[in-house]
């Protein structure tokens, strides 16, 4: 089993930035691969971004590529988004979730996931 548990959320003005974290316990999350998603409200869960176990592979969004930036800390099992040039459409519950094998874009795919972290852009 693997816990999961985000921070970093928070109200931040458009144009402005905000670093998530995700903080893994239990099973090493080295093991495995992560991925964030977000949520707003009355729309399905949406794919952000994922890192494979070593870090050395990414996958985002079409629409955050260039904005956002996930990366990890193995040693401190943490996993990160860097999230610049924020929009108000970015409004959402961002989740961080990990799965075993390799890292997809389709939450389904994924079997763990945290309680997530609110983040809203407005002015």
């Known amino acids: 089993q693997v816990q999961l548990v985000e921070a970093g959320g928070g109200l931040v003005q458009p144009g402005g930035s905000l670093r998530l974290s995700c903080a893994a316990s239990?099973?090493?999350?080295?093991?495995?691969?992560m991925g964030w998603f977000r949520q707003a409200p009355g729309k399905e869960r949406e794919f952000v971004a994922a890192i494979s176990r070593s870090g050395g592979s990414t996958l985002y969004a079409d629409s955050m590529k260039g904005r956002f930036t996930i990366s990890r800390d193995n040693a401190e099992d943490t996993v990160y988004l860097q999230m610049n040039s924020l929009k108000p459409e970015d409004t959402a519950v961002y989740y961080c979730a990990a799965r075993m094998g390799i890292a997809v874009r389709s939450a389904r795919l994924y079997d763990y996931w945290g309680q997530g972290t609110q983040v809203t852009v407005s002015s």
């Open positions: 239990g099973r090493t999350s080295s093991s495995f691969p």
